[in-house]
T-cell receptor, first 118, second 111 residues
Framework: AQKITQTQPGMFVQEKEAVTLDCTYD???????LFWYKQPSSGEMIFLIY??????QNATEGRYSLNFQKARKSANLVISASQLGDSAMYFC???????????????FGTGTSLTVIP | ETGVTQSPTHLIKTRGQQVTLRCSSQ?????VSWYQQALGQGPQFIFQ???????GRGNFPPRFSGLQFPNYSSELNVNALELDDSALYLC??????????FGPGTRLTVL
């Protein structure tokens, strides 16, 4: 089974509107971390936001917020007030297990291509 | 604070050759992870180094090997290159288990 599933290959949003990018995950660990990264056409992965499995509040970072629904194993990214510069690939990722374990591998989804329309 | 840097930016090799990619981690970070990102795919974990020792490995053959140096910089070596090794290779540094900060990547083309 896929550890991270992103079911939206491509999304379009009007400038200044909000958009939700979907992410579901699969793990049997109680402790894990969820991350979202942005990858512009230049290729560099830019860290956006982090949610720990024990965090009770949804994470927010500026215009980014993470809608964390633990029972449904979903961690959707919400971008408010979209800007033209938000056009990029977006990847959801998960780190399983306790930090002190060996091999803190990140599992990435296949990504969602977001296009912001003027 | 210096971010993660990778060299070279682009590289063209032929099948069967060997390649070495380099990564300098962000200041203060002791963990380096390497990923392979094929066109249109998400990054796939190759391996991770923590304090100069391999600390986890993904589903990649032994011809993918690495090193981490005392200053926490790292190398990824790939022997006997195959056409399918053509990809963007990303290096990420972190404090162990924390969010990973990525370099700009090395785009490898194998002909």
């Amino acid at each position: 089974a896929q550890k991270i599933t992103q079911t939206q290959p491509g999304m379009f949003v009007q400038e200044k509107e909000a958009v939700t990018l979907d992410c579901t995950y699969d793990t049997s660990d109680q402790s894990y971390g969820l991350f979202w990264y942005k990858q512009p056409s230049s290729g560099e992965m830019i860290f956006l936001i982090y949610q720990g499995s024990y965090d009770e509040q949804n994470a927010t970072e500026g215009r980014y917020s993470l809608n964390f629904q633990k029972a449904r194993k979903s961690a959707n990214l919400v971008i408010s007030a979209s800007q033209l510069g938000d056009s990029a690939m977006y990847f959801c990722a998960m780190r399983e297990g306790i930090i002190s374990n060996t091999g803190n591998q990140f599992y990435f989804g296949t990504g969602t291509s977001l296009t912001v329309i003027p | 604070e210096t971010g993660v840097t990778q060299s070279p930016t682009h590289l063209i090799k032929t099948r069967g050759q060997q390649v070495t990619l380099r990564c300098s981690s962000q200041s203060g970070h002791n963990t380096v992870s390497w990923y392979q990102q094929a066109l249109g795919q998400g990054p796939q974990f190759i391996f991770q180094y923590y304090r100069e020792e391999e600390n986890g490995r993904g589903n990649f053959p032994p011809r993918f090997s690495g090193l981490q140096f005392p200053n926490y910089s790292s190398e990824l070596n790939v022997n006997a290159l195959e056409l399918d090794d053509s990809a963007l290779y990303l290096c990420a540094s972190s404090l162990r288990g924390g969010e990973q900060f990525f370099g700009p990547g090395t785009r490898l083309t194998v002909l």
